[in-house]
């Protein structure tokens, strides 16, 4: 092992469990940790000069990557059989659960055991509160949703286990009784978002949730929905304050005023899986005689996942508690947010619990996998927008939200809030007035996926904006561009963002784009009989990050110049370890020759600790817990919500700064024989990498391997690790480092001198984020403008998107071929959600276990105008401009695009997805 | 505890469950027959009860219309589509992956039927195979016609291979790939009856005049 | 069960015993670990799980493996994606895939890596004009499933390949 893979174990108490988020060092070259670093030190690096990229070679050559790949025989120290564990689930949640009808896997499809609700109720499982719901539907109730668990089968060999998977595929395997109708329960959150902003745009508010609070209404018995007017005299503050401003604009919105075009639309959109495809897996192996359980799980949110299934056990009796968990992290075959917090991981752990000293391997196959994984909220909105007809500017929006959440909680509270705080787009709307509520169903669990709420409400929006331009009549873009939010607007929680806005541009560029300017031209241009064509354009804003994001970073330089990093962030195929490469190459002139990630429990240097809930701690506790030097908000956060490039890669990026700070530069001085009393000495920000070469002033050029031997030979920072904290701003700290006091966008540091230890650096002073920002909907926001003309066949509806164009703004652009590629997935995603996907909710979807591709036809190529699709991203605004998170903003104005040609080439306004043929065709008719 | 909700926000009380949406299903438009005694679903009715018919023409005709529901049935449609693309499924959804007929009814260059359709059925991929798995000629296109149409077309030996009257019985009632339809494997509802039947059905149809249902 | 032999990368396995209904996916992935070959969706509808069949005529063709027998392979030679790179040289098709970016989570590409391959061994055998070569890349690789890259950097890497040595694969 070298020396960048020693490990730092850190052993977190969790009842009496430790837990170790890494694997000890071992002596296989083939072992997990090895495998999982890329791309290995002394073989071919794609990623250096430019081209390609860091995990380019592996996954060219078929590597053991992803958890699936993992057997016990690739595990160091494992024994090398498997077995296998086959996960039965419920595809009625209508009638009483009997049981199995286990005499049909007799032979050679038996079991070797069976594990169901009755067994584990006994053993002192904890379900943390994230996950609240039977993990096992237990005999004798009916099912809390369709495709909740009845029991897991686990098969001594592979041919079992295969065979059986087979047989119980057409659910009559899981026996029913009585009709009981699908099962009640509470909403998963009802909030209300109310903004009055004030007489002119430099006044304050009058009201907003940044003002008063996040609020929701009271609970009121036997009613289906949250009851949103406020009851006069009975409705308490605050809620009944945001409700009386509510109902204002709302009145607003209904009286009968010759100047304000009102327009009231519904739309709905439906549930979709993320289909990624690596179907979920895992491996676990909880060996007896040492009281150890090692897993090996592919998830975006590995921290949060070892500290679930560590509160799982917490309290669990001998002989299903652990002594310690080991958890290893492998790379996805993508997630987009279909992995971030799915239970999948708890069930893994049950696998190994249950077959203790045997390895267990479960692994969706894909029927299984629509039927337990994660899906996208179906929405119903109900919107009314009034614009004013003399100044074509929106007076007020209002809507009501009800969002399809699904047999268990996961994200649904949290994708209600963040699309009805995005619901406005990028728009300067004065009064807004938004309800949401996220049901309880008996349909598969939604949770997060890419747009996260807000794909759905602005295709609402979006069509709704294209409608009323249309009414007035303005220019869609002229429409756009005379409301479009300044730079120093509010947006509808009522703070101001501290990024870049750059709406305008985004908007010219979609204007002078040949696709819009070309658009009359277009249609009038003789074709093929019956083909109509049609011409759209929408833009979008999303926010990235979760208002508090964190990341953890380790960069260290060997004598001979090269490069390792060591990130908590996972890869699921968002180009993560490249944009680390290249933001350390940044700062230290080399690309990494390691890059080791989603090691969430090897930086011990820095000692961190935590308490509290950083999303609803109060200003006092914050401050006092801040005392202690070790304090963070929050350790390691999941790879989610975009914000990869701006979080992500932030701690590995300070990291390295850190170490040419008191690291190369130092070492340069010294070569240039430059005092350090010299001034020159502090213009260390000066000094620019060309060609692997340090360049400064007038002064001959060093190599990065001569800086790394001198910073070697003379002690000086050869490795540093950070922690970053973000709410919605970064927390900042001052650091005694060499004699000075270092002041960075980070909240903890530990450095190594020469080829010493890692030393934790206590910080000195540090500003965290006030938790008063834990009301701003976002700060963070990027925007993308997309275009697209479709051609439609009259006689079958059948449509072609002939052209397309993505304009985006990504300040800087870590691996522009990354953001392009990004740009065109998503682009193929919003496709599909248009015009492709979708997924009854209930007793015909996926749940009933038998969906599969197929039915559920995805974009391929042949959907897409693949020499058509240009993308553009706008410079960034400074050449530091920090990176931008757009993986998802770039996914969502592809599908109020294309419904707004469709409108352009039909006249017909579709109010629902997805649109297909046939509905063409209905409309067409 | 997970610390991680996207924006802090605990679920709040309420109640209720989402309303179901109803989703539509693809009407196969399969044509009753005028048969003495209708055979209940997934049978045929067997020739002889049509003898109460008098009319030889209208005997026929009513016997085509019996052998209709095999026609029609998915398992042939699918493989008779109006496109270059056959459809799948009890749904008669367009065929996924993306395949057309290519030169020879058997796929493009990548996509070659028998790639994915081998000698037989293979259930755990839900796969359907038969050692001659290719598309019918685009002349015997039947998706979307009514069972007139293919009476006509099924008569013509333009249209239906070269094949004559006597042909068909053998076709229909033998014929391996035609079979596989009442043994479709996993996951697909087999035609009506049994292919026995179904030549049975063709054979008093030929013998009775071969006449058409009227359009 | 039926006795079993195939030669995978040009080494021969077997013969064995193997189960009827077990899909090569399953014995490449479990009785050999050969988790190159990926499981996406066990119904032939992604062809994340396609390997090359090398035909004893001199040509080649891709098949997925999920659907299929292994039995169904008895005797053939077939290639996987573990077996394209000769030691540490990477393929042309293999370096194109990396510089142009053209995956990202990576999980399809040994499937489309595999279409790639044979399409350009195709074309050399029987090259097309220049004005069909989109199409024609197009076709090849439209039964394969991306849900990352939208495809378009996987048409350019390998249309990249074919463009740089215009007189090997275009007529």
Redesign the interface.
């Known amino acids: 092992m070298r020396a960048s893979r020693r490990e730092f174990m850190t052993w977190m108490s969790a009842g009496g469990i430790s837990l170790s988020m890494t694997r000890l060092g071992q002596a296989q070259s083939v072992g997990f940790d090895a495998r999982e670093t890329l791309p290995g030190r002394a073989r071919w690096n794609p990623a250096i000069g430019g081209l390609g990229r860091i995990d380019g070679e592996p996954k060219v050559t078929g590597a053991k990557l992803y958890a699936s790949d993992f057997r016990a025989a690739d595990m160091p120290g494992w024994p090398d059989k498997t077995a296998h564990a086959l996960l039965v689930r419920a595809p009625d949640a209508s009638h009483v659960y009997l049981g199995l009808d286990l005499a049909r896997l007799s032979g050679a499809m038996k079991p070797t055991l069976v594990v169901t609700a009755s067994d584990i109720a006994t053993i002192g499982l904890q379900v ?3 996950y609240a719901g039977d993990l096992f539907c237990p005999v004798g109730r009916t099912p809390f949703y369709l495709g909740q668990p009845v029991a897991m089968l686990i098969f001594d060999g592979f041919d079992a286990y ?1 065979q059986a998977r ?1 047989a119980v ?2 659910g009559t395997f899981v026996r029913f009784g009585e009709e009981t109708g ?10 209300r978002f109310t903004r009055v902003a004030g007489p002119t745009p430099e006044s304050p508010d009058l009201y907003s949730p940044v003002l008063a609070g ?1 609020v ?5 018995q ?5 009851v949103w007017e406020p009851y006069a005299r009975e409705t308490s503050d605050p809620y009944g304050k945001a409700a009386r401003y509510g109902e204002t604009i709302r009145a607003g919105l209904a009286g009968a005023n010759a100047d304000l075009l009102v327009l009231d639309r519904h739309f709905e959109t439906q549930s979709v899986d993320p289909m990624f495809l690596e179907p979920e897996a895992g491996l676990a192996w909880h060996d007896g005689r040492t009281g150890t359980l090692e897993l090996v799980l592919g998830v975006q ?1 590995p921290f ?1 996942a070892s ?2 299934i560590a ?1 799982l056990l917490a309290k669990a009796k001998a002989p299903f508690k652990p002594k310690r968990i080991k958890a290893d992290f492998a790379y996805m075959g993508g997630g987009f947010g279909g992995r971030d ?1 799915t239970p999948f991981m708890l069930y893994v752990t049950l696998a190994g619990l249950f077959f203790t000293g045997r390895p267990v391997r479960l692994a969706h196959d894909r029927f299984q996998q629509f039927q337990g994984g994660i899906k996208r909220h ?1 929405f119903k909105m109900h919107s009314r927008i009034g614009v004013d007809r003399r100044t074509a500017r929106i007076t007020a929006f209002a809507a009501d939200h ?1 969002l ?1 959440g699904g047999g268990l ?1 996961n ?5 209600a ?2 699309a009805a705080t995005a619901a406005i787009g990028i728009y300067d709307i004065p009064k807004v007035d938004i309800t949401t ?1 996220a ?5 598969v669990t939604a949770g ?1 996926m890419r747009g ?1 709420g807000t794909v759905q409400t602005l295709t609402a929006l979006e069509t709704l904006v294209d409608e009323v331009a249309a009414a007035l009549p303005l220019d869609p873009i002229a429409f756009r561009r005379r409301n479009a939010l300044p730079p120093d607007g509010r947006t509808m929680t009522g703070n101001r963002y501290t990024v870049s806005v750059r709406t305008m541009e985004i908007l010219d560029k979609l204007e002078t784009h040949p696709i819009w300017a070309a658009r009359a031209a277009e249609k009038a241009r003789p074709r093929r009989e019956g083909i109509l064509v049609g011409t759209g354009v929408a833009v979008a804003t999303k926010d990235y990050g ?3 994001d964190c990341s953890l970073g380790r960069v260290e330089i060997d004598a001979e110049g090269g490069i390792s990093i060591t990130s908590d962030q996972p890869e699921m195929g968002n180009g993560m370890g490249t944009a680390l490469a290249s933001r350390v190459a940044a700062h230290l002139g080399g690309m990494a020759e390691e890059i080791s990630l989603a090691r969430v429990g090897v930086f011990g240097e820095l000692a961190l600790v ?1 308490s ?5 701690m109060d200003q006092k506790t914050q401050d006092a817990a801040e005392r202690n030097s070790r304090w963070v908000p ?1 350790i390691s ?2 790879t ?2 975009s914000n990869g490039a701006h979080v992500g890669t932030h701690s590995t990026s300070e990291a390295a700064r850190v170490v040419f700070r008191f690291g190369l530069w130092p070492a340069a001085l010294a070569l240039w024989s430059i005092a350090p009393a010299d001034h020159r000495a502090e213009q260390w920000a000066q000094a620019t990498w060309r060609d692997g070469n340090l360049h400064f002033a007038d002064l001959p050029p060093l190599s990065l391997k001569a800086l790394a031997a001198k910073a070697h030979a003379s002690r000086l920072v050869t490795g540093a690790t950070t922690h970053c904290f973000s709410r919605w701003a970064w927390a900042k700290a001052t650091f005694p480092v060499q004699g000075h006091r270092y002041a960075a966008e980070i909240d903890a540091l530990a450095i190594r001198r020469g080829g010493g230890p890692f030393e934790r650096v206590a910080r000195v002073a540090v500003s965290f984020p006030p938790t008063g920002n ?1 009301r701003i ?1 976002t700060t963070y926001g990027a925007a993308c403008g997309t275009l697209v003309r479709v051609e439609i066949e009259r006689t079958s509806g059948a449509i072609t998107i002939a052209r397309a164009y993505t304009i985006l703004e990504c300040g800087n652009a870590l691996v522009p071929e990354v953001v392009k590629g990004q740009a065109q997935g998503g682009f193929a995603m919003g496709v599909g959600y248009a015009l492709l996907e979708t997924l ?3 007793e ?1 979807g996926p749940g009933n276990g ?1 969906w ?4 559920y ?1 995805v974009a ?1 190529g ?1 959907d897409l105008p693949l020499h058509d699709f240009e993308v553009e991203m706008l410079p960034p605004l400074t050449p530091d401009e920090a990176p931008k998170g757009i993986a998802e903003v770039v996914m969502i104005p592809v599908v109020p695009a294309l419904l707004n040609a469709i409108f352009d080439a039909t006249g017909h306004r579709f109010q629902s997805l997805p649109v297909s043929p046939s509905m063409l065709k209905g409309a067409l008719a | ?18 309303g ?2 109803a ?1 539509g299903s693809l009407a196969m438009g399969v044509l009753a027959g005028h048969a003495a005694e209708t055979a209940p679903a997934g049978r045929l009715a067997p020739p002889q009860s049509f003898a109460g018919i008098a009319d030889t023409t209208a005997r026929s005709a009513a016997l085509f219309t019996e052998l209709g529901k095999v026609l029609t049935n998915p398992r042939c449609v699918n493989c008779h589509p109006a496109s270059d693309r056959p459809r ?2 009890d ?1 008669s ?1 367009p065929h ?4 057309t007929r290519g030169a020879d009814g058997m796929g ?5 039927c028998p ?2 359709h ?2 037989r059925n ?6 359907p195979g038969h050692p001659g798995w290719h598309l019918a000629p685009r002349e015997m296109a039947w998706e979307g016609k009514s069972l007139a149409e293919i009476c006509t077309q099924i008569k013509d030996p333009d249209r239906n291979g070269q094949r004559k009257l006597d042909d068909l019985i053998e076709h229909i009632g033998k014929d391996g790939l035609v079979g596989w339809a009442w043994a479709p494997g ?2 697909r509802t087999p035609a009506p009856g049994t292919q026995a039947e179904a030549g049975a059905l063709v054979a008093a149809w030929v013998e009775s005049g071969a006449a058409c249902p009227a359009p | 069960m039926t006795r079993f032999s195939i030669t995978i990368n040009g080494e021969a396995h077997g013969p064995v015993d193997l189960r009827d ?1 077990l ?1 090569m996916n399953d014995y490449l992935r479990e009785h050999l670990g050969m988790t190159g070959t990926k499981f996406g969706c ?4 992604c ?1 994340s799980c396609a390997i090359i069949v090398d035909e004893p005529d001199g040509t080649s ?4 493996t ?4 292994a039995v ?1 392979f008895d005797g053939m030679a077939i290639r996987t994606v573990e077996g394209h790179a000769k030691g540490d040289e990477l393929t042309t098709l293999q370096k194109a895939f990396i510089e142009h970016f053209a995956f990202q989570c990576g999980y399809c590409t040994a499937g489309f890596l595999n ?1 790639g391959q ?2 350009l061994e ?1 074309l050399e055998r029987s090259p097309v004009a220049r004005a069909e070569l989109e199409t024609t890349i197009a ?5 394969h499933l991306c849900r990352c890259t939208g495809y378009i950097k996987y048409h350019e890497a390998v249309r990249s390949v074919i463009l740089a040595e215009p007189q090997r694969y275009l007529a």
């Not at chain 1, 699908?182 to 909030?191: D, L, Q, T, V």
């Not at chain 1, 036997?222 to 949250?226: G, V």
């Not at chain 3, 066990?42 to 509808?45: F, L, P």
């Not at chain 3, 999920?66 to 027998?69: A, H």
Request: with cysteine; proline share 9%; charged share 20%.
């Open positions: 943390p509160d994230f295969d087979v595929r057409d699908p099962i009640e329960a509470e909403n998963y959150g009802a909030f996040w929701k209404p009271g609970r009121v036997h009613s289906p929905l949250p949110s949060d500290e679930a509160f917090h179906a009800v399809d909680a994200f649904s509270p949290n994708v809030t963040v509520v049901l309880h169903s008996r349909g997060s996260y979760t208002g508090a935590t509290g809930n950083s999303y609803t929050a956060a999941a989610a919500a834990n909907g009854p909710p209930f015909d038998r599969n591709l197929g039915q036809v391929r042949s | 505890m997970i610390a991680s909700l996207r924006n802090g926000i605990l679920a709040s009380a309420a109640i209720l469950a989402m179901g949406l989703m799948q499924g749904t959804r996924q992956p993306p395949v493009s260059d990548s996509l070659r790639t994915c081998q000698d293979y259930d755990p991929g839900r796969v996993a996951g | 209904d899909s066990g119904a032939g509808q062809l063709r891709t098949s997925p999920c659907i299929v027998p169904n279409e044979v399409l195709r076709e090849a690789l439209d039964g």
